[in-house]
């Protein structure tokens, strides 16, 4: 299976809960809550940053790891992304591929291996895809509040010490990701800048996006969204 077509294909706590509750001292409680506290706003200030934003355009540098074959993939490009619900990758040759969706289907593109083999192309409603649910603060589609509880991990143990790092759980069970993580810039003057995304599905599979150079509220070419695949495309079901 391609990369692509994972990307589009892509508890029992109560216990542990009930006993930290009925078991745990005030003051576990009280760490706890000032922890979650943190994790909130540290979302909030996530949405607040995207929510006034128009557009979005970034180098991104894309690594999937598949646990199964123990592989990493790696990839590079220019993404852009415009309210509502628009966004469109472009991979670097010699992948070439482009990921494009116009707010309603989404299309992923991948040219031929071998110079004038046909490409293929594969299409799916918006809502079937794990990447535009797990980016729609950048598309201004969701609230996150709305779709996801919030914890913050150990930013030094994460690698990432210029921020915090946010995870975000789905309040419903979703069978394209288990868990996602925001690498969030830590400067108040940069609160809510997000320059990395990671994606964990449910069977250890990690989709990591870092963001470089973004660039807000410029312009963009509506014609960008509207993406035809070339001629003698073949059209494939996932």
Partial sequence: MSQNARNIGLMSLLVSLCVSGLWGSAAQVSAQTT??????????????????????????????????????????????????????????????????????????????????????????????????????????????????????????????????????????KSPHYERILFYVDGDVKRAGLVHRVLIVDNTGNRNRIDFKTPRFNRPLDAKLFDWQPPKGTRKVTP
């Fill in 35 to 172: 922890g979650d506290d943190k994790a909130k706003q540290v979302a909030l200030s996530v949405q607040a940053f995207y929510d006034q934003t128009r557009s979005v355009e970034a180098e991104f540098h894309q690594t999937y790891y598949n646990r199964v074959y123990d592989r990493y993939d790696r990839s590079h490009g220019q993404v852009k992304f415009q309210k509502p619900g628009k966004m469109r990758w472009d991979y670097a040759a010699p992948n070439g591929k482009i990921i494009v969706s116009n707010g309603q289907r989404l299309s992923v593109y991948e040219p031929g291996e071998t110079k004038g083999e046909e490409g293929q192309v594969f299409e799916r409603s918006i809502s079937e895809s794990d990447l535009p649910q797990a980016l729609s603060f950048l598309t201004g589609t969701g609230k996150l509040s709305d779709e996801f509880t919030f914890r913050l991990l150990d930013a030094a143990q994460q690698g990432f010490t210029a921020g915090h790092v946010l995870e975000l759980m789905p309040k419903k």
